[in-house]
Nanobody
């Protein structure tokens, strides 16, 4: 059973930085890609950044240049380095692990950016 454990969320002032981590375990041999999504109150869950099995990355326009997604295959872990944070980045951030036939989600971690 695939499990995703997230950490690194918290409260930070505008302009600050946070680093989110997501460790995957259990039945991950066919993992194709991982990513980070976020959902603010009253809004849909949107893609923030993804990284494929080949190492290609993709970012939402609102975070490009500020956020960086990376992976450590040996540790089965994906990271999201968030710099120059803005109040509009406030949301629950979810880690996603994408397999050929299904996607698994982490429990979510709250990121709050104060102005």
């Amino acid at each position: 059973q695939v499990q995703l454990v997230e950490s690194g969320g918290g409260l930070v002032q505008a302009g600050g930085s946070l680093r989110l981590s997501c460790a995957a375990s259990g039945g991950i041999g066919s993992l194709n890609a991982m990513g980070w999504y976020r959902q603010a109150p009253g809004k849909q869950r949107d893609m923030v950044a993804t990284i494929t099995r080949g190492g290609s990355t993709n970012y939402a326009g609102s975070v490009k240049g500020r956020f960086t997604i990376s992976r450590d295959n040996a540790k089965n872990t994906v990271y999201l380095q968030m710099n120059s944070l803005k109040p509009e980045d406030t949301a629950v951030y979810y880690c996603a692990a994408m397999f050929p036939f299904s996607t698994y989600w982490g429990q979510g971690t709250q990121v709050t950016v104060s102005s």
